[in-house]
């Protein structure tokens, strides 16, 4: 009895102290990363599917469009070399009217492709052909075999015969196709026109293209005047050149552009080769701001946030009452957290993001505050789970959601995470 009396107390297992459970869980956490991985390269593969079926699509209907002309074409012999070489003259006014309409996406199994179809009009006038500058004598100058070039893509999806108008003549353009296979430039020129028959009229032009993702053209007017307006509501300008004037609403868009020779460094003439002015464009670009796997992708960065905020709720939890977890539960809790994640593409695929997070976002909160009332014994936590995890998401949709202020809504919230954190911890005895 006397031995008894003077019994120490039984000391705790390092396995069942707080300083070991914290061991496991982080463990634990680490360890879901990997599926964690497995999801997030899930969702690339179905982006990549995506994009690879969208530009199959694409090119059946319409890539890009690239416009450059029209340009005045007018051979001669250089007096020097006795070559006979080709001079290129860009418009002293070039007038652009754009009117882009997007249609309804065209859809291949679950995938969707936004198209377009474009009429663009050009307007203006050229001045003569200065070829004195060069002292080239006019007798050297073929004039009766000029002729009128414009440099373009997506040649295949053009609607309707290309033809420019000089005062009351039409004349039609014909393809020059390319057989340089990294350069999906193509010409088209008209058939030889006597410039004296040329000379002193405006020119008009219509062409209408089926498209897709962008249209660029080149300001190679003296002064270029151009306008465009779209259906679409999310318009990205690009190039070298931003609109003077924009107006952007749910409806569509309207942009105006107003460019001079003095703003861009190329010249007005161009002797012996027609210059690569590509990077001299200015363009519109029909996008998708986010799209859904970018929003999943977006989604899948925070899961070791959700695993690991949702892991320290319940470890609070079970310190604070004493209760035990084990760490089987808490792999089941884990699981079921990762599993929100294939929910969410899998259901996304069929519907919207919003919906798809909402309906996957219900599940896993219902599915883990169900599962705490048989680990926790009594409703209040479950209920403080169910809030605490619908309050995460909500917070994680939002910051998805958000552009401009993503960082800073990001970083104000996670601070109030950290201070609630702190403050629930606070009497946690940790040495034991």
């Known amino acids: 009895m006397e031995n008894q009396a003077h019994q120490e107390p039984e000391q705790k ?31 690339t593969e179905r982006s990549q599917r995506q994009k690879e079926v969208v530009a199959e699509t694409t090119s059946k209907w319409g890539e890009s469009v690239y416009f450059y002309g029209p340009i005045l074409k007018i051979p001669y012999k250089d007096p020097i070399t006795l070559q006979f070489e080709n001079a290129y003259f860009f418009p002293e006014e070039l007038n652009n009217k754009t009117n ?4 309804a996406p065209l859809q291949r199994s679950i995938y969707k492709s936004n198209v377009f179809t474009t009429k663009m009009q050009f307007t203006g006038t050229y001045n003569t052909p200065a070829f004195f500058k060069r002292n080239i004598p006019n007798e050297n100058v073929f004039w009766d075999k000029t002729s009128i070039v414009i440099r373009t893509t997506n ?23 390319n057989n340089q296979k990294n350069d999906s430039v193509e010409a088209l020129e008209t058939n030889f026109i006597n410039y004296n ?11 209408i293209y089926n ?29 070298s050149f931003i609109p003077n004037d924009k107006k952007i609403t749910d409806k569509g ?15 007005q003439e161009n002797f012996e080769i027609l210059p690569e002015l590509s990077k001299y464009a200015f363009s519109v670009d029909f996008i998708t701001p986010v799209d859904e796997y970018q929003q999943n992708e977006r989604a899948s960065k925070y899961g070791f946030l959700v695993i690991g905020l949702t892991f320290l709720i319940f470890f609070l939890i079970q310190s604070i009452s004493k ?33 798809a997070y909402t309906i996957a976002g219900s599940a896993v909160v219902a599915l883990i505050s169900l599962y ?18 619908s309050v995460l998401y909500t917070f994680i949709f939002v910051i998805i959601q958000l552009e401009d202020y993503a960082l800073l809504v990001g970083s104000i919230g996670l601070f109030l995470i950290l201070a609630s954190v702190m403050y629930f911890s606070r009497k946690i005895e940790w040495h034991k």
């Open 197 to 207: 028959d040329i000379k002193n009229n405006r020119f008009t032009m219509t062409i």
């Open 13 to 43: 297992n390092f396995l069942q102290s707080t300083t070991a459970k914290m061991i496991m869980v982080g463990m634990l956490t680490l360890v879901l990363l990997i599926p964690l991985f497995f999801v997030q390269d899930l969702i």
């Open 155 to 177: 040649l295949k999806s053009v609607n309707d015969e290309v033809k420019i108008k000089f005062g009351a003549t039409n004349f039609t353009f014909e393809p020059i196709h």
């Open 253 to 267: 868009f309207d942009a105006t552009w107003k460019i001079l020779h003095f703003n861009r460094p190329f010249a």
């Open 100 to 103: 882009t309409e997007i249609k």
């Open 211 to 239: 498209g897709s993702k962008r249209i660029s053209m080149i300001p190679i007017g003296k002064t270029t005047s151009a306008s465009m307006s779209s259906n679409w509501s999310s318009p990205n300008f690009n190039g």
């Open 323 to 355: 209760i035990n977890i084990h760490i089987f539960q808490y792999t089941m809790i884990g699981v079921a957290l990762i599993m929100f994640y294939t929910l969410l593409i899998s259901i996304t695929e069929h519907s919207s993001f919003t919906f």
């Open 372 to 389: 705490s009332v048989s680990i926790l014994k009594d409703k209040k936590f479950p209920l403080f789970i169910g809030v605490s995890l």
